[in-house]
């Protein structure tokens, strides 16, 4: 079993930052692309920002030039640094990544998700 566990997320004020956190653990052989996605309600899930394995990266074009994306591969762990942030990011921020067992399986995970609020 694989588990993806975010963290981060919190109350800021417009033009301040968080960074958020997902670290994959469990039966894993190797971690794939890992990506950041947000939902608001009543909206379908975006792609925010993905990032490969050997670190190329894609954003969203609402989070250009304000967020970036990393990852650790020794950690199993993406990181998503957000500035500038403003009322409209409000949402949930969900993971999601791409994992090879050890099996050789290929399974495709997401985390329960962390609640990023900008407000004054």
């Known amino acids: 079993q694989v588990q993806l566990v975010e963290s981060g997320g919190g109350l800021v004020q417009p033009g301040e930052s968080l960074r958020l956190s997902c670290a994959a653990s469990?039966?894993?052989?190797?971690?794939?692309?890992m990506a950041w996605y947000r939902q608001t309600p009543g909206k379908e899930r975006e792609l925010t920002a993905t990032i490969t394995r050997g670190g190329g990266t894609r954003y969203g074009d609402s989070v250009k030039g304000r967020f970036a994306i990393s990852r650790d591969n020794a950690k199993n762990t993406v990181y998503l640094q957000m500035n500038s942030l403003n009322p409209e990011d409000t949402a949930v921020y969900y993971c999601?990544?791409?994992?090879?067992?050890?099996?050789?399986?290929?399974?495709?995970?997401w985390g329960k998700g962390t609640l990023v609020t900008v407000s004054s």
């Open positions: 999601n990544a791409e994992i090879f067992a050890p099996s050789g399986a290929f399974y495709d995970y």
């Open positions: 469990g039966s894993i052989f190797s971690v794939d692309d």
